[in-house]
Nanobody, 121 residues
Framework: QVQLVESGGGLVQPGGSLRLSCAASGSFFSIDTMGWYRQGPGPQRELVATITWGGSTDYADFVKGRFTISRDNAKNTVYLEMNSLKPEDTAVYYC???????????????WGQGTQVTVSS
């Protein structure tokens, strides 16, 4: 069974920084794309950033220039460095991995448990 474990959330003042991490464990062949999503008070979970196996990144407009996504393939881990945090960034942040469980498989999608980020004075 594949499991994603997140850490790094917490309470921070506006303008502050946090670094989230998400590590995969279990049995799989390789990890393709890693991503971060967030869910605020509403029902929608929105894309924050993604990074491919080769390191190509995409960011939502509302975090571009403030957040940086990176990955360590040797550790099966994705990171999200969050700088210049705003109250609007308050949400539960979820990591997502698209991976191959076996060679020639279709991609499978896995979610972390979520970690709370609160930006407040």
């Amino acid at each position: 069974q594949v499991q994603l474990v997140e850490s790094g959330g917490g309470l921070v003042q506006p303008g502050g920084s946090l670094r989230l991490s998400c590590a995969a464990s279990g049995s799989f062949f390789s990890i393709d794309t890693m991503g971060w999503y967030r869910q605020g008070p509403g029902p929608q979970r929105e894309l924050v950033a993604t990074i491919t196996w080769g390191g190509s990144t995409d960011y939502a407009d509302f975090v571009k220039g403030r957040f940086t996504i990176s990955r360590d393939n040797a550790k099966n881990t994705v990171y999200l460095e969050m700088n210049s945090l705003k109250p609007e960034d308050t949400a539960v942040y979820y990591c997502n991995f698209a991976l191959f469980r076996r060679k020639w498989d279709l991609l499978s999608n896995y979610w972390g448990q979520g970690t709370q980020v609160t930006v407040s004075s």
